[in-house]
């Protein structure tokens, strides 16, 4: 296999084979993210993404899920795309799913037609990081797409059959904007309805622009207590229905629950744990 590293990948596909299908991000601009910062974007070659495809069969023999890396493979076009799909299930004749990272953008370039058949083919989990429903936080963080545009992207995808996974960040207000960053997220979580929800907890990740910001004194980054209150301000919002982690190595408390059915649940548990924090994660434990 050939990889150009770092290579990233979410939680969930853990035990997945990863394909590079693009290098980079396409946006790459986010103030907070470190993950593509030393790379240009591009899409490779498919001779070369089929050639992976093949070394991974000598290696692996049968594989049930592939992960399309690096940052938004969804941003390929479209007939690239379902040329790889093809490919990997002709190979792979007990794959069970391809999956890949998407920007909003990229979902809503794309029409109706061409999401539903990328479906059909085979590509049935997208990943969206919405990060914040605060459309103020969101030009600050250089997301590139407001709210309004985010929920309409994430509504696309599920219109089209698509299992959607997003991410919030927590703490990426910091602690001026801790408030509004939780009530705001809760309400795009809640008119995008995805199937899953995951709350990362934000790193400062050096020589990012949020970075310097910090080393500048412009923004104050949430204390451990803090970021729990942020989170418990965010679920006892969230009113649809979504399976919600915050398991990630990021987050000092890992959580599991299906919203809002274990709403109440997942609160006392923020609460027992803001009265006890021997029970959170260590600070030196905490990873991406």
């Known amino acids: 296999m050939r990889y150009e590293e770092p290579v990233f990948r979410p939680p969930s ?3 997945s084979l990863i394909i590079q299908a ?3 991000c396409s946006h790459n601009k986010c103030t907070f993210c470190g993950m593509y910062r030393g790379k240009k974007f591009r899409i490779r070659d498919l001779d070369e993404i089929k050639e992976d495809i093949l070394l991974s069969k000598e290696y692996y023999g049968e594989v049930r899920r592939i992960f399309l890396a690096d940052g938004n493979a969804f941003a390929m076009p479209t007939d690239q795309l379902l040329e790889i799909l093809d490919f990997a299930y002709a190979i792979y004749p007990k794959l069970e799913r391809v999956s890949a990272y998407a920007g909003p953008l990229d979902l809503l370039e794309k029409d109706d037609n061409e999401i539903m058949e990328l479906k059909k083919r085979g590509l049935k989990l997208l990943y969206l990081g919405v990060e914040t429903g605060d459309d103020e936080l969101l030009k600050k963080i250089r997301k590139g797409a407001t709210a309004e545009e985010t929920v309409e992207a994430g509504r696309k995808a599920i219109r089209n059959e698509m299992t959607l996974s997003i991410t919030v960040l927590i703490g990426l207000g910091g602690k001026q904007g801790s408030f509004r960053h939780a009530k705001e997220t809760a ?3 809640n008119q995008i309805e995805p199937h899953y929800t995951a709350a990362l907890t934000l790193i400062l990740i050096p020589d990012t622009p949020l970075h310097r910001m910090y080393e500048r004194g412009l923004f104050q980054p949430l204390d451990k207590m803090e970021t729990l209150q942020e989170l418990r301000w965010m679920i006892e919002d969230i009113n649809c229905r979504t399976i919600f982690r915050s398991n990630h190595a990021s987050n000092y408390l890992p959580i599991k629950g299906n919203l809002p059915d274990d709403k109440e649940e997942i609160l006392r548990m923020i609460d027992y744990s ?15």
């Open 13 to 15: 596909e853990a035990y």
């Open 274 to 288: 803001m009265k006890n924090p021997r029970v959170l994660r260590q600070e030196f434990l905490r990873g991406l």
């Open 22 to 24: 693009t290098i980079g």
């Open 187 to 189: 309400k795009v979580i």
